[in-house]
């Protein structure tokens, strides 16, 4: 992908026309993007930041049926969830590994109420299920876990599930949409809808980084902006109720010494009724999620302190290792977008339920939903595009499309696994320039060869695109990032041919964001 190619390819094309132009480069406007290109339908996305800027990249990194959805009943949810995460580990294996959980039992009905609740998750899973769960004794547990707290402990019930990297699948979804013909442009905000006769028929855009507008006409417009749904909708009708309601939920990351093994902790219940997880990513720790309803939208959210606390008092419940704010290497916040539903008392009773409507205007927009069925929002909002842009009706493709980058084989511990196929190019580059196999910091497991790979494959444009989404480093170890931002806007100058002023705005903007990614 190359950002001045596809910016070429909207101002070459007559009238600026596309059939279909979605609003949005997060998990759901990627989703339609794959699903529409792959349809044959002229398709145009647009992004007001980067790819997965926004919640697509501050998720729990798993790919999973939601065991509290099984615990609410909501059944045909877990289904879907089920369902969408054994495609998706069977279209994109490069991407998503197999993660065993252990669920800790305290008390004496912990082992039958959990064990009998997974068997259901297993059954419900079907032929795309991964391994049968089962029921681990105190000596089994112990070996499994063995930082865990042995207080009490009585054994465990083992599950399966899938954990993956969000923004590297974001990222892969746009290659496999380019790869379909689609037109994709990150820093390409909305700030208008053309219209005609009142209906919608188009957009108008700012590009971010050079300040030049453009009215782009489309057959459908698309409004798949995640938490900026209404905000968009409002752009289309300003007297419009809203249609969802906020949510944040933050995660801590840790060192490897707190669960020094391949098996995630999963905690049923908290104080608040949610589900916590603590599970080793990238040589590290994530523990999450809080559920904390928000009012104000926010580009940037940041943690409240009485999020830090909860984390910190939850793991320490569950880890021998009690780990303090001195110990998080990095803390993220995440907005969620939530169906509105009037008669729930709080969010966390909020169902992640995806819903897709049709303004007087025209406007589709979709909204809610989980990165788990991706896929099925994708397919559901093409779905009705075909029937509000009268196109002729072309079934789906993506339930058996193999995503970008696909390739079987690949270990999870390998340091390219994510780029799948492509990691041999990679590697090519470091043969080409053997400077490129340095890392960007001793503690950050990424090359200087990646950052080349992202400029010249990926569409990264700032320095923050490379050090959060193309990479993890912000999310690993934010103070480890900050020191490896000159060395990687010094990579990223030369590919661009910048000057030095540029390298020295993006490291001073990219520090800033990053302090407060920092709890000391």
Request: hydrophobic share 40%; charged share 25%; aromatic share 8%.
């Given at each position: 992908?190359?950002?001045?190619?596809?910016?070429?390819?909207?101002?070459?094309?007559?009238?600026?026309?596309?059939?279909?132009?979605?609003?949005?480069?997060?998990?759901?406007?990627?989703?339609?993007?794959?699903?529409?290109?792959?349809?044959?339908?002229?398709?145009?996305?647009?992004?007001?930041?980067?790819?997965?800027?926004?919640?697509?990249?501050?998720?729990?990194?798993?790919?999973?049926?939601?065991?509290?959805?099984?615990?609410?009943?909501?059944?045909?949810?877990?289904?879907?969830?089920?369902?969408?995460?054994?495609?998706?580990?069977?279209?994109?294996?490069?991407?998503?590994?197999?993660?065993?959980?252990?669920?800790?039992?305290?008390?004496?009905?912990?082992?039958?109420?959990?064990?009998?609740?997974?068997?259901?998750?297993?059954?419900?899973?079907?032929?795309?299920?991964?391994?049968?769960?089962?029921?681990?004794?105190?000596?089994?547990?112990?070996?499994?876990?063995?930082?865990?707290?042995?207080?009490?402990?009585?054994?465990?019930?083992?599950?399966?599930?899938?954990?993956?990297?969000?923004?590297?699948?974001?990222?892969?979804?746009?290659?496999?949409?380019?790869?379909?013909?689609?037109?994709?442009?990150?820093?390409?905000?909305?700030?208008?809808?053309?219209?005609?006769?009142?209906?919608?028929?188009?957009?108008?855009?700012?590009?971010?980084?050079?300040?030049?507008?453009?009215?782009?006409?489309?057959?459908?417009?698309?409004?798949?902006?995640?938490?900026?749904?209404?905000?968009?909708?409002?752009?289309?009708?300003?007297?419009?109720?809203?249609?969802?309601?906020?949510?944040?939920?933050?995660?801590?990351?840790?060192?490897?010494?707190?669960?020094?093994?391949?098996?995630?902790?999963?905690?049923?219940?908290?104080?608040?009724?949610?589900?916590?997880?603590?599970?080793?990513?990238?040589?590290?720790?994530?523990?999450?999620?809080?559920?904390?309803?928000?009012?104000?939208?926010?580009?940037?959210?940041r943690a409240f302190s009485e999020e830090v606390d909860f984390l910190l008092k939850h793991a320490a419940q569950y880890l021998s290792k009690r780990p303090t704010r001195d110990d998080v290497r990095s803390v993220f916040a995440g907005l969620r977008p939530l169906i509105r539903k009037e008669t729930a008392q709080d969010t966390a009773s909020i169902s992640r339920e995806h819903a897709v409507t049709v303004s007087p205007s025209g406007l589709v927009t979709i909204a809610g939903g989980k990165w788990t069925t991706y896929r099925k929002m994708g397919k559901d909002v093409i779905d009705l595009v075909q029937t509000v842009g009268e196109f002729n009706e072309i079934a789906s493709t993506t339930e058996n499309l193999s995503l970008y980058g696909y390739s079987t084989g690949i270990r999870p511990d390998d340091k390219l696994a994510v780029y799948g196929s492509e990691a041999n190019n990679i590697l090519s580059l470091i043969k080409s320039d053997p400077h490129l196999q340095d890392f960007i910091h001793p503690n950050l497991p990424y090359y200087l060869a990646e950052v080349v790979w992202h400029v010249r494959h990926e569409m990264a444009m700032t320095l923050e695109d490379v050090l959060a989404r193309r990479t993890r480093a912000l999310f690993l170890d934010a103070k480890a990032s900050i020191e490896a931002a000159p060395k990687v806007a010094e990579v990223m100058s030369h590919e661009f041919g910048h000057n030095s002023c540029w390298q020295e705005e993006q490291v001073e903007q990219y520090t800033q964001l990053a302090k407060g990614y920092t709890l000391t």
């Amino acid at each position: 992908m190359n950002r001045y190619q596809m910016l070429k390819r909207v101002t070459d094309s007559p009238l600026h026309r596309f059939g279909v132009i979605i609003i949005g480069g997060g998990a759901t406007g990627l989703g339609a993007a794959v699903d529409a290109a792959a349809r044959g339908h002229n398709v145009l996305l647009v992004e007001q930041g980067d790819f997965a800027n926004g919640t697509s990249s501050r998720s729990t990194k798993l790919i999973h049926g939601g065991l509290r959805y099984l615990k609410q009943g909501n059944i045909s949810l877990v289904l879907e969830a089920l369902r969408e995460r054994g495609l998706l580990c069977k279209n994109a294996p490069h991407l998503i590994r197999h993660r065993s959980f252990l669920v800790p039992n305290y008390k004496w009905w912990e082992g039958p109420f959990y064990g009998i609740g997974l068997k259901i998750y297993d059954m419900m899973a079907g032929k795309l299920g991964l391994a049968p769960s089962k029921h681990l004794s105190y000596e089994e547990t112990i070996k499994k876990i063995p930082t865990l707290v042995t207080e009490g402990l009585r054994g465990a019930t083992l599950y399966y599930d899938g954990q993956f990297d969000d923004a590297r699948l974001a990222i892969a979804l746009a290659q496999t949409a380019a790869d379909k013909g689609a037109t994709l442009l990150n820093y390409m905000q909305v700030t208008g809808f053309v219209k005609r006769k009142d209906v919608v028929k188009g957009v108008i855009v700012k590009d971010q980084l050079t300040g030049r507008e453009h009215t782009i006409q489309g057959r459908v417009v698309v409004n798949a902006t995640g938490v900026f749904c209404d905000q968009m909708r409002k752009l289309d009708d300003p007297q419009v109720s809203n249609l969802i309601t906020l949510s944040q939920g933050i995660h801590l990351v840790l060192d490897k010494s707190f669960l020094p093994t391949d098996t995630a902790i999963m905690v049923p219940h908290t104080d608040d009724g949610r589900v916590l997880f603590m599970v080793p990513w990238y040589d590290k720790v994530l523990v999450g999620t809080t559920e904390t309803s928000i009012k104000e939208l926010s580009l940037e959210p940041r943690a409240f302190s009485e999020e830090v606390d909860f984390l910190l008092k939850h793991a320490a419940q569950y880890l021998s290792k009690r780990p303090t704010r001195d110990d998080v290497r990095s803390v993220f916040a995440g907005l969620r977008p939530l169906i509105r539903k009037e008669t729930a008392q709080d969010t966390a009773s909020i169902s992640r339920e995806h819903a897709v409507t049709v303004s007087p205007s025209g406007l589709v927009t979709i909204a809610g939903g989980k990165w788990t069925t991706y896929r099925k929002m994708g397919k559901d909002v093409i779905d009705l595009v075909q029937t509000v842009g009268e196109f002729n009706e072309i079934a789906s493709t993506t339930e058996n499309l193999s995503l970008y980058g696909y390739s079987t084989g690949i270990r999870p511990d390998d340091k390219l696994a994510v780029y799948g196929s492509e990691a041999n190019n990679i590697l090519s580059l470091i043969k080409s320039d053997p400077h490129l196999q340095d890392f960007i910091h001793p503690n950050l497991p990424y090359y200087l060869a990646e950052v080349v790979w992202h400029v010249r494959h990926e569409m990264a444009m700032t320095l923050e695109d490379v050090l959060a989404r193309r990479t993890r480093a912000l999310f690993l170890d934010a103070k480890a990032s900050i020191e490896a931002a000159p060395k990687v806007a010094e990579v990223m100058s030369h590919e661009f041919g910048h000057n030095s002023c540029w390298q020295e705005e993006q490291v001073e903007q990219y520090t800033q964001l990053a302090k407060g990614y920092t709890l000391t």
